[in-house]
């Protein structure tokens, strides 16, 4: 049984930053690494990535929906690792949940998106939508982070 106080500190861990790991499994079952940017969807404890079919992770993750995402803190030995099961949507029209969702995701890291030429370029591109849901949380918590939660738990 895991201490909520200290999944709630390796969760605060994968929301405050932007920028992970992205593990996927390959075809010889052997794992796939590389950096991303990320949301963290704090209602859903969701991890949004973007990345597109023809990719090595998004054709792995189109085979196998098994992911994890690492989070490095600055101090060395704080990070977290969200593990869980992707749902995948491809955008494949102007205005549908795929490219509605790419385009809040953009707009996050890079502003305002004109929607008619945007929803075209993640068409073209073949970009998919990554909701990550995290079934399990690991790692080690800052120091101050884990004591502040644990002590909000007494």
Do not use: C
Request: hydrophobic share 40%; glycine share 8%; proline share 5%.
């Amino acid at each position: 049984m895991s201490d909520p106080a200290v999944e709630d500190a390796l969760w605060e861990v994968v929301r405050r930053n932007r920028g992970g790991v992205l593990a996927t499994v390959g075809p010889d079952g052997m794992p796939h690494l590389t950096n991303v940017n990320y949301l963290a969807d704090t209602e859903e404890r969701l991890v949004l990535v973007t990345t597109t079919t023809t990719t090595v992770k998004g054709r792995n993750l189109l085979r196998d929906t098994r992911a994890a995402v690492h989070v490095q803190e600055d101090d060395w030995f704080a990070y977290a690792v969200a593990q869980g099961t992707a749902t995948i949507a491809v955008a494949e029209e102007p205005g549908d949940p795929a490219t509605d969702a790419l385009d809040e995701i953009f707009t996050a890291f890079r502003g305002a998106q004109h929607r008619p030429e945007f929803d075209a370029e993640m068409i073209a591109a073949g970009r998919m939508i990554v909701r990550l849901s995290v079934d399990r949380l690991y790692g080690m918590a800052p120091k101050d982070l884990a004591k502040a939660r644990t002590e909000g738990a007494q």
